[in-house]
């Protein structure tokens, strides 16, 4: 009596040197008895084993797994789950951070077989996302990363205190630095001057904890900022004191900007005009890097540079005008460099007056007209109010720009998140 | 007039996920200064590209086929999707006729659909059945000689041997017209390095080739569903029409439980596993896309479709045509929910069902699975049924995160295929009875 591993044995070996072991199958005859070439028989032999094992084959045994905790909140539709895979897939994927804040404002959870992939994908995002994806996630999410190591991050032990800052995941330390920022300003303040030259990555986390609630009392930092040896560090350093009420650099940047630019009330109407353009020693450290002002290029490279830091209610305290009055002035050539500064510094200071007016501007008024242009109204398109998105909010002859489009995503995804019906 | 396709349902259409995002910003009526559409048949338009010339896209609905004037290979190429998605968005008027270009493809597909062509000579394909005859049976002598040849020298070289090896005989065996042997047979390659184990499968099928090789030369002496069995096996096909002419369509409700697509030497096969609601039968609806062809688009999973089911002939008949459907085309979905769950099996239930099929066609190796059981992991990833009994899931089909993330811990019904390294699941129904391709 044999088996199908000696067999597989003799196979490896070879008829020529193994004997061929005797399987006795019932209805055939013994392989003493079978006269043929050795390697047919054993053959033979392995098919009729082969069916037996796959026919006869026992089941494993296996214990399930924990059963997850039930998830109180409900599934959102599946219009809207299809819009998370497209949007995992890769269509207009920054949106997801505000899909998934939309959806926590509306207590409703996502489809779990989406849960895997955004999982991968928060693993190596930013501390925001990962956890808006670990709230999103709820009960069913902290399950699978219990399955999964590389999904930890879900169910890392909450650390308190100290125990966070020095030795937590970046979001844990990020948290801390919040929180200690919230209670003790001036304390928050000590902690990022002392822990100052570290990696780049904590410098970048440091400014973005400043970036809430800034005050004067942040400048000092901010200022020191401005010298580090990144250039990343120093153009976010930049562009926060840029939107800091009363920061020299800021003021810096309103003298430079109301050089460049001014109301000029002719007897046609008013109208922006742009004079010759000067540097100034302090420029780089402000973040502004430029070769010359002697091409119309460079000029209008400095303008959109000084637009993107100067505060934007520069235009309308002086000027008197709302926003919507500012960007719909006549400026000539200079038109898009205004445009594309203002709306890096709309963004910037987070004034949704003016990411509003620009964008309605962009959808009414005449098409962007440069690169730099678009780029920066697709930036808009993703912050403004996603109202403007709606399908009577924009002329049929725009519908087709960027930023139409991804205004036009945008409301259907939130609209969508609404509707208990969709399917 | 049939209405114009969801977005989800052109967006399932891609071919990957490159062409889809290719085809996104040209779905604008920016790019297109010609559109048009007749009815729920066709779209037609040109696309104003980098080229001088603009692309001339043709969609025929009724496929869905595709045809562009531009040079990619992909079907549906990015211009046919932007086309479709356009369309989907109402932007393309429905009331035209199509321009000349389009026209004459379009003319031309219904032609080719209408009239099936006469054999031209009916006394040379007999030469010609007759000589393939001849050599499918000497190659079939020449691979059983090449498999006593293996054994008899021993697996053990195997993992030395490299492509060529099964290459060389599946060469061979293309040259005898044994086709889907010499398949077999090259993907024998990779079964030398596919882990603990490799040295048994590879006996296995080197055991159930000898058994082809053996069970061709004496056709002649089997049952005639079996001979069809064996003869499909080594690669001879049997036309559309013969089998829409032979067999007694099957009528019935069929719930379409999975779909699974494989890539293939630049062709690319689609499986549709359905069951019928009242025969409980099993039937594989097999397409395939080369260049110029799409895949079918028309069973939808989750979806219950009213039709008759001509199968092919053999000793467990699972391939069928779609001979005719009753019910509308989904052209709506997904704006209505599929049916609830199908009622699974217990892994002894399957078990027992192929163990039946197997005992008519030993070749049998892709089984259809529909399980009530819960995702584990004990410690490979597996599906263990309410009585303990467990499959393991197959090991091509990775972690199963998304499986596991529906389950949670709880029951799902799961349909797959089941085949002798494990189950390849590929629908699953979760608790609230929602259908999710996996």
Known sequence: MSSWHDLVTASLIGTERAVVPAVAIPGLPSVAEDARDPAAVLLDQAALLTAARRAGRPPDRAEPLPACEPDPRPAVNPAAGRRLARILDGEHAYLLAEWLAALARRGLRPPAESLPALLDRARRADPGLRSLVAEAGGPRASWLARLNPDWGFVIAPVLAGQD??????????????????????????????????GAARDRVMFLSVLADNLSLADEPLLENALADPADDIRVRAAYLLASLPGSALGERMVTRARGLLRLHQGIHGKRLVINPARRDGSMRQDGITLVSVVTQADRAHLILEVMARTPLRTWTGDFGLTPAEVVALPAGSWAPALLAGWSRAAVAQRDHDWMDALTRRALTGPPPGSGLEIHALQQLARRADPALGAPDAV??????????????????MLKELDDDDAY | ????????????????????????????????????????????????????????????????????????????CKHALALLLLWSDGAVAADGDPPGWAASWLASRSAKAAEPKPPADPAAALRRAEQREARVASGLAELDRWLCDQVREGLAASQRHGYRHWDDIAARMIDAQAPAVAERLRALAAVPHSGSGWDGRLLEEYALLRLLADAGRRQAGLAPALRATVRTQVGFTTRQADVLA??????????????????????RTRRIWLRGRNTGRSALVLSFAALGQSLDDSLVIGTETDADLAFYPGAVPLRALVAARRDTYPQTYPQTPPGPAPAGTTVAGLQAGYAAALGEDPWLDTWPALLEATPASAPLPCLVDAAGDALPLHPGAGPCWPLFALSGGHPLTVAGEWTPRGLWPLTAWDQDGMVVPL
């Open chain 1, 395 to 412: 002329p049929g002859s725009r519908r087709d720009t960027p930023a139409a489009i991804v205004l036009k995503f945008r409301y259907e």
């Open chain 1, 164 to 197: 966070a800052w020095r030795l937590g995941d970046p979001a844990q330390r990020r948290s801390y630095l919040a929180g200690l920022r919230s209670r003790d300003p001036g304390a928050a303040r000590e902690l990022i001057a002392a822990s100052w030259r």
């Open chain 2, 1 to 76: 007039m049939e209405g114009r396709w969801d977005r989800a349902r052109v967006l399932a259409l891609a071919a990957d996920a490159s062409s889809l995002r290719a085809a996104q910003p040209l779905a604008s009526g920016r790019c297109w200064p010609l559109t048009g559409a007749a009815g729920g048949n066709a779209v037609w338009g040109e696309c104003q590209g980098s080229a001088a010339a603009p692309y001339r896209t043709v969609v025929d609905l009724t496929g869905p086929a595709y045809q562009c004037s531009c040079p990619s290979r992909k079907f549906p």
């Open chain 2, 246 to 267: 032979s067999a007694t369509p099957v009528k019935d409700q069929w719930h379409v439980l999975a779909r699974r697509d494989l890539d293939q030497d630049r062709i």
